[in-house]
C-alpha cells in the first residue's frame, strides 16, 4: 500500500488547512485510515481515526478544531485542521490499516504566532 499526503504549509495561529491522503497499490480492502503527528523532539501521537464505516476518534488536543472524512470509493482520508495553534506545528502522517498499518511520507504543517 502507498499513502500520498498533500496539503501541507505554513499558516497564521486561528487559520485552515486541508490534508489529503490517497492510498493505491494492491490490497483487499482498507479498514481504518487515520492522522498521526511528531512535532521536533516528541513521539509520534495520534490525530484522528476512521473507520470504514465512518466512525470516527480524535485526539483531546484537536476535538472540535480538527474533522476527519474519508472517500471509501477513492481511498482517500482528509483531515481538516481549523483554528490551528502553533503547538500544531509537526509532520502529519497518514495511515491505513490493512491488516496492520501502513503509513505515508508524511507532511509538514506549521503554525506560526
Known amino acids: 500500500v502507498q499513502l500520498q499526503a498533500s496539503g501541507g504549509g505554513l499558516v497564521q495561529a486561528g487559520g485552515s488547512l486541508r490534508l489529503s491522503c490517497a492510498a493505491s497499490?494492491?490490497?483487499?480492502?482498507?479498514?481504518?485510515m487515520g492522522w498521526f503527528r511528531q512535532a521536533p523532539g516528541k513521539q509520534r501521537e495520534l490525530v484522528a481515526t476512521i473507520t470504514s464505516y465512518g466512525s470516527t476518534n480524535y485526539a483531546d488536543s484537536v476535538k472540535g478544531r480538527f474533522t476527519i472524512s474519508r472517500d471509501n470509493a477513492k481511498n482517500t482520508v482528509y483531515l481538516q485542521m481549523d483554528r490551528l495553534k502553533p503547538e500544531d506545528t509537526a509532520v502529519y502522517f497518514c495511515a491505513a490499516a490493512t491488516g496492520s498499518w501502513n503509513w505515508g511520507q508524511g507532511t509538514q504543517v506549521t503554525v506560526s504566532s
Open positions: 497499490g494492491s490490497f483487499f480492502r482498507i479498514n481504518d
